[in-house]
């Protein structure tokens, strides 16, 4: 059986945990459990089925049971996501998915919380105390179903239009076990293909595609059927009954919504503390 996952611990997981071409490194803050891989080497790619790169997973994030501890949260995710960003230069913040389909509006609601400073600039800047912003662009493309433009396609064009020094693409994710589902946050500096969770496989985009970093961020909203009755059965499992389920069929907990709009807050709130580095806290929340 295929397991579907877009988390690299996962992938880690199930090929044998083997760590020939892989680097790893374990912390913790305020509470939250942070994992580090980085993939190394082709071989150790290829066995994984991930890119060679960073990728940073931070695990036990309480969304559905206490929203209270947001900003220890927020501090966390944004310096691992600061590690990854070049120092200067104008980001693009683009939110992938689908805003009407509620497992894949992260990416869309996400991006709704990044503050767009590319337009202050100025004296209007310099009055208002803003001149320390630093310039990001922010976008929530669609889906090719509702544009019949990829997403690449719109990227590029913006690129040649703006120059970004990068790329900051958010997106719900897949994981193969139900713990993960709105509790756990990946960063990596490896970019993204957008639509793989749900095995609609778009043109991927990262640093070799579209010529800048792309640094991806999102959550795990979906799991797929024929896991998680695999999970289920353990030992009773039969593969070929598994293989006559629909392989479209994705699972995603009851409370969606609520973990949607939580985990969206915290991922913008997230990237705009990563970016605008010369302003606290408050003053971001303020400026929302």
Same mark, same amino acid.
């Given at each position: 059986m295929n397991y579907r996952t877009d988390l690299a611990q996962e992938a880690h997981e199930l090929s044998g945990r083997a760590k020939?071409?892989?680097i790893f490194d374990r912390d913790s803050y305020s509470g939250l459990?942070?994992?580090?891989?980085?993939?190394?080497?082709?071989?150790?790619?290829a066995r994984i089925g991930k890119s060679k790169g960073i990728y940073i997973t931070i695990e036990d994030l309480p969304l559905s049971e206490n929203?209270?501890?947001?900003?220890?949260?927020?501090?966390?995710?944004?310096?691992?996501?600061?590690?990854?960003?070049? *120092?200067?230069?104008?980001?693009?913040?683009?939110?992938?998915?689908?805003?009407?389909?509620t497992p894949d509006a992260l990416g869309p609601e996400s991006a709704a919380s990044v503050i767009a400073t590319r337009h202050i600039g100025g004296e209007i800047a310099k009055s208002s105390?803003?001149?320390?912003?630093?310039p990001v662009a922010v976008?929530? *493309?669609?889906?090719?179903?509702q544009t019949g433009i990829e997403v690449s396609e719109i990227i590029?064009?913006?690129?040649?239009?703006?120059?970004?020094?990068?790329?900051?693409?958010?997106?719900?994710?897949?994981?193969?076990?139900l713990s993960?589902?709105?509790?756990?946050?990946?960063?990596?500096?490896?970019?993204?293909?957008?639509?793989?969770?749900?095995?609609?496989?778009?043109?991927?985009?990262?640093s070799s595609t579209i010529g800048i970093p792309v640094i991806s961020i999102g959550m795990p909203t979906v799991v797929d059927c024929r896991i998680l009755a695999a999970d289920m059965l353990g030992k009773n499992c039969n593969s070929v009954e598994l293989d006559e389920i629909d392989e479209d069929l994705m699972v995603t907990p009851k409370e969606i919504d609520l973990l949607t709009e939580r985990a969206a807050k915290l991922i913008g709130m997230s990237i705009n503390c990563a970016l605008q580095r010369n302003y606290s806290f408050e003053e971001l929340a303020a400026l929302i």
């Open positions: 020939d071409g892989i459990c942070i994992n580090s891989m980085r993939i190394t080497t082709d071989e150790a790619a929203f209270r501890e947001l900003k220890k949260q927020i501090c966390a995710i944004s310096e691992q996501l600061y590690k990854l960003l070049p *120092p200067e230069g104008v980001i693009l913040v683009i939110g992938i998915g689908n805003s009407g389909i105390g803003l001149d320390g912003l630093r976008l929530s *493309p669609g889906v090719l179903g590029l064009s913006l690129i040649d239009r703006i120059h970004p020094a990068a790329v900051i693409a958010a997106d719900a994710l897949a994981s193969r076990s993960h589902l709105g509790r756990t946050i990946q960063i990596s500096d490896t970019g993204i293909a957008p639509g793989s969770g749900c095995g609609n496989n778009r043109i991927r985009l990262d």
